[in-house]
C-alpha cells in the first residue's frame, strides 16, 4: 500500500488520513483513493482542493479539471490580447462563470486568442453593450450544451464497478482527446446558423434611414407546453420527468419546418415564431399530434399575431404574452389561435370557435379559434 503522506516542495507534509479523505474506505478502495490522492497531491492540487473535491464527491473528476484547466491570469491575459482586464473578469462573470481575482489562473490559450478576438470586435466599432449581449447569450447556450456533454459523458464511459482511479484515469484521457474535437463542430454549426439568420434579415429604406437594422417584426408566435408538468412533478421520478422534457425539445426540433422556427424550449415549453400564421398552425398540430402517438403526457398550444421586438435572439411584446396567454387557456391536445391567426389561413385547416376568453393583461374578451386538421370530405 502506497504510504499516504507526501512531501512536496515546502509545504507541510498531506496526512490524507487525518485530513477524512479516507474515512469510510477499506481494501482495496482505500487503496486506490490513496494512490488517486497522491497522483493529485503530485500534479499540484492543494489539500484544500482535495477536501473539497472529496466532500462535493467529484475527486474522480480532477484529472479533467486538471485537462481543462487554465495557466494565465487575467493580467496575463491583457499583456497577450491589449484587452482590459477588468473586461475579461467581466467577460466571464457574464458568460455565467465564477468571478476570479485578477491574479488567479484560470484563463486558457483558447482564452487569449478569445480575448484577441474580442478586441478585435471593438476596434471594428462594436459598443460594449453589443459585445455584453453576445456574451451573455454565448453563456447561456454554452452552459446548457457544456451541461449536456458532461451528462452524455459519464452515461458513455461510466462503467459498472469503476473505481475512483479508473474513472479519473479514463475520463482525463478522453477529455484529452475529445475536447479539441468539438471545436471544429461548434463552429460548423455557429456558421450554419449564422447563414440562415443572414437570409432571414431584412434590410430596406426604412432601416437604411433610421441606420438602426433592429427594430420589431409581425410574426406569428406559438407556444406549446405540457398540461399538468408541475402536478407530474409530484407523480413521476426526476428521471422520468427529465425524459419527458427532453423529449418535448427532440419533437418541437423535428417538426419544425420553415419558415416557422424553433426559438427556444424551456423545461415544459416549446416557442415558435414564423412569418407566416398557417405553417406555425401545422408546427403545432404536428407537435400535439406526435406526443398523442407515443402516448405522452398531453400537449396544448397557443398561437397569436402581431409586432415582436427581437433581442438577443429572443422575441419579446404583445404579440408573445398573448399567445402565451392563449396556450395557458388552451385544452389538453388542442392549438387554440387568435381570429387574426384562422383570418390568415382560413382555407388551410378546419376552424372552429372556441368561444371568448378574458385573458391576464388584456382588454375586454378575446374570441379564439380551434385550428384542427382539414379531412378529405371538407
Known amino acids: 500500500m502506497l504510504a499516504n503522506v507526501l512531501d512536496i516542495g515546502h509545504d507541510a507534509p498531506m496526512d490524507f488520513a487525518q485530513a477524512g479523505l479516507l474515512d469510510g474506505l477499506e481494501g482495496s478502495d482505500r487503496?486506490?483513493?490513496?494512490?488517486?490522492?497522491?497522483?493529485?497531491?503530485?500534479?499540484?492540487?492543494?489539500?484544500?482542493?482535495?477536501?473539497?473535491a472529496v466532500q462535493e464527491n467529484r475527486l474522480a473528476l480532477l484529472p479533467v479539471d486538471e485537462v481543462l484547466g487554465g495557466t494565465y491570469s487575467a493580467h496575463e491575459i491583457e499583456q497577450r490580447s491589449d484587452l482590459p482586464a477588468g473586461m475579461m473578469l467581466r467577460i466571464r462573470r457574464l458568460q455565467g462563470l465564477p468571478e476570479p481575482r485578477l491574479?488567479?489562473?484560470?484563463?486558457?490559450?483558447?482564452?487569449?486568442?478569445?480575448?484577441?478576438?474580442?478586441?478585435?470586435?471593438?476596434?471594428?466599432?462594436?459598443?460594449?453593450?453589443?459585445?455584453?449581449?453576445?456574451t451573455r447569450v454565448l453563456g447561456e447556450g454554452m452552459g446548457r450544451l457544456a451541461t449536456t456533454i458532461i451528462a452524455a459523458f459519464a452515461q458513455t464511459f461510466l462503467q459498472k464497478g469503476d473505481?475512483?482511479?479508473?474513472?479519473?484515469?479514463?475520463?482525463?484521457?478522453?477529455?484529452?482527446?475529445?475536447?479539441p474535437a468539438t471545436a471544429p463542430i461548434l463552429v460548423a454549426v455557429f456558421n450554419a446558423h449564422?447563414?440562415?439568420a443572414v437570409s432571414r434579415a431584412m434590410l430596406g429604406r426604412a432601416e437604411l434611414e433610421s441606420g438602426d437594422a433592429v427594430g420589431s417584426q409581425e410574426v406569428a408566435v406559438g407556444f406549446a407546453d405540457l398540461v399538468g408538468f408541475t402536478r407530474l412533478g409530484t407523480q413521476v421520478e426526476v428521471l422520468e420527468l427529465g425524459t419527458v422534457a427532453?423529449?418535448?425539445?427532440?419533437?418541437?426540433?423535428?417538426?419544425?419546418?420553415?419558415?416557422?422556427?424553433?426559438?427556444?424550449?424551456?423545461?415544459?415549453?416549446?416557442?415558435?415564431?414564423?412569418?407566416?400564421?398557417?405553417?406555425?398552425?401545422?408546427?403545432?398540430?404536428?407537435?400535439?399530434?406526435?406526443?398523442?402517438?407515443?402516448?405522452?403526457?398531453?400537449?396544448?398550444?397557443?398561437?397569436?399575431?402581431?409586432?415582436a421586438l427581437v433581442r438577443a435572439g429572443d422575441y419579446y411584446g404583445n404579440s408573445v404574452n398573448l399567445a402565451s396567454r392563449v396556450t395557458g387557456v388552451a385544452r389538453p391536445g388542442s392549438v387554440l389561435c387568435t381570429e387574426e391567426?384562422?383570418?390568415?389561413?382560413?382555407?388551410?385547416?378546419?376552424?372552429?370557435?372556441?368561444?371568448?376568453?378574458r385573458l391576464k393583461g388584456v382588454t375586454g374578451q378575446t374570441p379564439l379559434c380551434r385550428a384542427r386538421r382539414r379531412t378529405e370530405t371538407d
Open 31 to 52: 487503496e486506490q483513493r490513496e494512490k488517486l490522492l497522491t497522483r493529485l497531491a503530485d500534479d499540484g492540487f492543494s489539500l484544500d482542493d482535495l477536501r473539497k
Open 103 to 134: 491574479e488567479d489562473k484560470v484563463f486558457s490559450e483558447e482564452d487569449i486568442e478569445a480575448a484577441r478576438s474580442t478586441k478585435l470586435f471593438l476596434d471594428a466599432g462594436f459598443s460594449e453593450e453589443r459585445i455584453i449581449e453576445i
Open 163 to 179: 473505481n475512483e482511479e479508473e474513472v479519473a484515469l479514463r475520463f482525463a484521457e478522453l477529455a484529452e482527446q475529445l475536447t
Open 194 to 196: 449564422l447563414r440562415e
Open 246 to 307: 427532453g423529449r418535448l425539445a427532440e419533437l418541437a426540433a423535428s417538426v419544425t419546418e420553415g419558415p416557422v422556427r424553433l426559438i427556444k424550449t424551456i423545461g415544459d415549453a416549446a416557442m415558435f415564431v414564423s412569418p407566416e400564421p398557417g405553417p406555425l398552425v401545422g408546427v403545432a398540430l404536428n407537435l400535439v399530434e406526435a406526443f398523442e402517438r407515443e402516448e405522452l403526457p398531453s400537449l396544448r398550444a397557443g398561437i397569436a399575431a402581431g409586432p
Open 341 to 357: 391567426i384562422r383570418d390568415a389561413a382560413p382555407d388551410d385547416y378546419d376552424w372552429s370557435r372556441a368561444g371568448r376568453y
